[in-house]
């Protein structure tokens, strides 16, 4: 079985719709991620976790919520969706640390927002 | 700026062939760096960090320039398999600075 999951694989919504997707790893990690991947973009942080009472916007949070329901789950929220929201979403995760360590992908959530 | 900059390719080499990519980052009180592979649609993973006196693992070699700002990755003997998007990543002085990514360069390797 896979370390980090996420559901769903791919999402097909419309405007304005609320949307959840969730992330659940078993490694045991404290640290986990949301980004967003656009083509040419790259990989963009949209909010991350240190512990389930630790949670901190990143570089592109705007439109986006997040909960961290337990220690292995990290969920990410659109609450009215937009079609620029269209992207491929990663959750990762990571250990804790003196400096970064490895980040761990899940194996993503293709959403179209139409 | 971008904080992180690699120039995105393609870039299409024989097998066999030696490739190197280069990547540029712009704050200076980076201490964490590795290089990350991505295959089309799929996630990203770990290539390997790098270190301040350099490291190599088998066929690949990751270079660190301070003072420049600059990191490389040289990937000998290139092979079919090889062909994917290399990400450079860069992380703050300490965990709590998230990891920032660069948009990659794409890597074909041809028969």
């Known amino acids: 079985d896979a370390d980090v999951t996420q559901t769903p694989r791919n999402r097909i919504t419309k405007t304005g719709k609320r949307i959840m997707l969730e992330c659940s790893q078993t490694?045991?990690?404290?640290?986990m991620y949301w980004y967003r991947q656009d083509p040419g973009l790259g990989l963009r942080l949209i909010y991350y976790?240190?512990?389930?009472?630790?949670?901190n916007k990143g570089e592109i949070s705007d439109g986006y919520s997040v909960s961290r329901q337990a220690q292995a789950k990290f969920s990410l929220s659109l609450e009215s969706a937009i079609p620029n929201q269209t992207a491929l979403y990663f959750c990762?995760?990571?250990?804790?640390?003196?400096?970064?360590?490895?980040?761990?992908f899940g194996p993503g959530t293709r959403l179209t927002v139409l | 700026r971008k904080e992180v900059e690699q120039d995105p390719g393609p870039f299409n080499v024989p097998e066999g062939a030696t490739v190197a990519f280069n990547c540029t980052y712009s704050?200076?009180?980076?201490?964490?760096f590795f290089w990350y592979r991505q295959d089309c649609r799929k996630e990203p993973k770990l290539l390997m960090s790098?270190?301040?006196s350099g490291n190599e693992d088998g066929r690949f070699t990751a270079q660190l320039n301070r003072a420049s700002q600059y990191i490389s990755l040289l990937i000998r003997d290139s092979k079919l398999s090889d062909s994917a998007t290399y990400l450079c990543?860069?992380?703050?002085?300490?965990?709590?600075?998230?990891?920032?990514f660069g948009s990659g360069t794409r890597l074909q390797v041809q028969p």
């Open positions: 976790s240190f512990d389930v009472k630790d949670i």
């Open positions: 990543v860069v992380g703050g002085r300490t965990g709590r600075r998230a990891l920032t």
């Open positions: 990762a995760t990571s250990d804790q640390g003196e400096g970064n360590n490895e980040q761990f």
């Open positions: 704050n200076s009180a980076s201490q964490s």
């Open positions: 490694k045991g990690h404290d640290r």
């Open positions: 790098v270190y301040s």
